[in-house]
Nanobody, 124 residues
Framework: VQLQASGGGLVQPGGSLRLSCAAS????????MGWFRQAPGKEREFVAT????????YYRDSVKGRFSISRDRAKNTVYLQMNSLKPEDTAVYFC??????????????????WGQGTQVTVSS
């Protein structure tokens, strides 16, 4: 399974971006698809995840109310709509897919497949 992330870029504080992550290349049996981010000098951290079946969503506290994760099952694609962006949201964003339980789905260890990362820079 390959994951292709896109949609990053440079945006001013308060602006919006939408990230996309398309899965391809084989039988897709993952039950969670998620987004993580990693800023320079920091560890990779959980941002949001969605259950492929059922659509339940989970977010880190700092993005609740600003970010929204969604999926298109027919296209094996997950999206991350990011609004009211802040400079502290600046990072490389990675999409991930895996077969996991909820307690692991908010950690990198809960995912088997990773995209290549897309840079998001929030700056004036």
């Amino acid at each position: 399974v390959q994951l292709q992330a896109s949609g990053g870029g440079l945006v001013q504080p308060g602006g919006s971006l939408r990230l996309s992550c398309a899965a391809s290349g084989g039988t897709f049996s993952s039950n969670y698809m998620g987004w993580f981010r990693q800023a320079p000098g920091k560890e990779r951290e959980f941002v949001a995840t969605i259950r492929v079946n059922g659509g339940h969503t989970y977010y880190r506290d700092s993005v609740k109310g600003r970010f929204s994760i969604s999926r298109d099952r027919a296209k094996n694609t997950v999206y991350l709509q990011m609004n009211s962006l802040k400079p502290e949201d600046t990072a490389v964003y990675f999409c991930a897919a895996g077969r996991s339980i909820l307690s692991a789905a908010t950690t990198p260890q809960g995912y088997s497949y990773w995209g290549q990362g897309t840079q998001v820079t929030v700056s004036s």
